[in-house]
């Protein structure tokens, strides 16, 4: 079964930037080019880790979170706030909206594979677990 995370971006070059950091990944992911496509994907389908961006048209982060956190499908999912603002100002906002995490833009590769690593790594542990 396969590890899923959405990105939710809607900046071309952005997206396009941070899906070749997620490439060398063992997510499948998908991508959501504002929040309220990324609501209506993450209630079509179920994801593992929801990379979200800030400031965007039609849901803005912030409530994209929110809405997450009212599902009952992504109560414990990693949901992982991006900002192009000083990370000091947002990180706040983003956790009473229900972040677990943000990372200020542009984001480091190197950061993202090795925070994602660990969420995979952690999310592999009841799977084998369950296996066994």
Known sequence: ?????????DNPSTRASLLEILAATPFVVSCATDGLDGLNQAKA??????????????????TLLR???GMRAYQQ???????TQDVKHIDEN???????LSLAKPIAADRLLE????????????KQSAAS
Do not use: Y
């Open 1 to 9: 079964m396969s590890t899923k995370l959405l990105l939710v971006e």
């Open 45 to 62: 389908t179920s994801f593992d880790v929801i990379l979200v961006d800030h400031k965007m048209p039609l849901m803005d982060g912030l």
């Open 67 to 69: 809405n997450l956190r």
């Open 77 to 83: 999912t990693p949901l992982i706030l991006m900002s």
């Open 94 to 100: 983003g956790r009473r909206a229900g972040a677990n």
């Open 115 to 126: 925070l994602l690593a660990d969420l995979w790594q952690t999310m592999q542990i009841p």
